[in-house]
């Protein structure tokens, strides 16, 4: 099954979680790119930081280019300082406008921006990462999607 896992954010706290999904897959973790498109990913694990309630702005651009020849199912993470998910309900609906099936579990973490705004994903980040990359693997091998 074609999988990847990509982050968007230039904060150490999102490539941290998306390393640790990636991990338990024996796969790299890319930080999207604006121009780099994929092709028909079964699954994609999509992070993004949280920017005040909205997802960071290269993952928006990079949701608006799919289809669903390029990417089937999306599950979806986000390192938040108020560790909320309100960034990652834009980042849904506009995958779902795509057509590409978003699973209903999320993942938040800790997320730090500026000096003195939220904290770096702990331990118990990593674990639940670990666990929620492993229950949306199994959904998608089992066609829960």
Not at 37 to 59: Q, R, S
Not at 62 to 85: I, Q, V
Request: hydrophobic content about 40%; proline content about 6%.
């Amino acid at each position: 099954m074609r999988t990847k896992i990509y982050y968007a954010g230039d904060k150490p706290s999102i490539q941290e979680v998306a390393t640790v999904i990636a991990q338990e897959f024996k796969l790299p973790a890319e930080q999207l790119q604006p121009a780099y498109m994929p092709e028909g990913l079964a699954i994609a694990f999509i992070g993004t930081e949280d920017h005040n309630g909205k997802p960071h702005k290269v993952a928006i651009e990079f949701a608006n280019t799919l289809d669903t020849k390029r990417m089937e199912a999306a599950a979806l993470f986000c390192c938040s300082p108020k560790k909320n998910d309100e960034c990652l309900k834009e980042l849904r609906k506009v995958l779902e406008g795509r057509g590409i099936k978003v699973l209903p579990e999320v993942l938040v973490c800790h997320g730090k921006v500026g000096l003195f705004g939220g904290k770096n994903p702990d331990e118990e980040d990593f674990a639940a990462a670990r666990k929620f990359a492993q229950a949306c693997m199994n959904k998608a091998l089992n066609h829960e999607i």
